[in-house]
DNA sequence: GCCAACGTTGGC
DNA sequence: GCCAACGTTGGC
């Protein structure tokens, strides 16, 4: 299983929005990012994903899980844009803040951290591991 | 609100 | 195919 990174301002699409949808999830549309994008369509169903917020909160706030693979992205007609859908899974005990991540430095290769305006992102396992464990939050 | 970083667009 | 211009993102 990979693990993933969806960043989203809260005002436009927020994780309280992300859990009203359940178990049905919703589709991770809007994203016109070539890189971005090629990480959708290497998604798996049962990939699982920290969910960001951006802007005022910049923290891991959730976890998320992949639910459909890459398809087109129906708020276009543009066919080169698809994405995934994504369902919340459970919330941090406690957000781990991108103060926090640049603080650890085993979290210094991490790509939010290099590239912080890309808005999907691969995770490693062990970047998976450390952040679950600063939010004191299940990793399964 | 500013600005640096970066991606995309379009003229040549 | 290059690169200048432009638009967007997101941290500060």
């Given at each position: 299983m990979a693990y993933w990174l969806f960043k989203s301002e809260p005002s436009t699409w927020s994780w309280d929005q992300q859990v009203a949808k359940g178990a049905e999830g919703e589709e991770w549309d809007g994203v016109r990012n070539y890189q971005a994008r090629n990480f959708m369509r290497q998604m798996a169903v049962g990939d699982r994903g920290f969910f960001y917020h951006s802007?005022?909160?910049?923290?891991?706030v959730g976890i998320v899980e992949v639910?459909?693979?890459?398809?087109?992205?129906?708020?276009?007609?543009?066919?080169r844009w698809e994405c995934v859908d994504i369902k919340a899974v459970r919330p941090f005990t406690i957000p781990v803040t991108l103060d926090q991540i640049k603080m650890d430095e085993r979290l210094d290769e991490m790509v939010l951290v290099k590239n912080s305006r890309l808005s999907v992102q691969p995770v490693s396992d062990a970047e998976w591991q450390v952040i679950c464990d600063l939010g004191q939050t299940k990793s399964d």
């Open positions: 802007q005022k909160d910049k923290a891991i639910c459909a693979e890459a398809h087109p992205d129906s708020t276009t007609e543009d066919e």
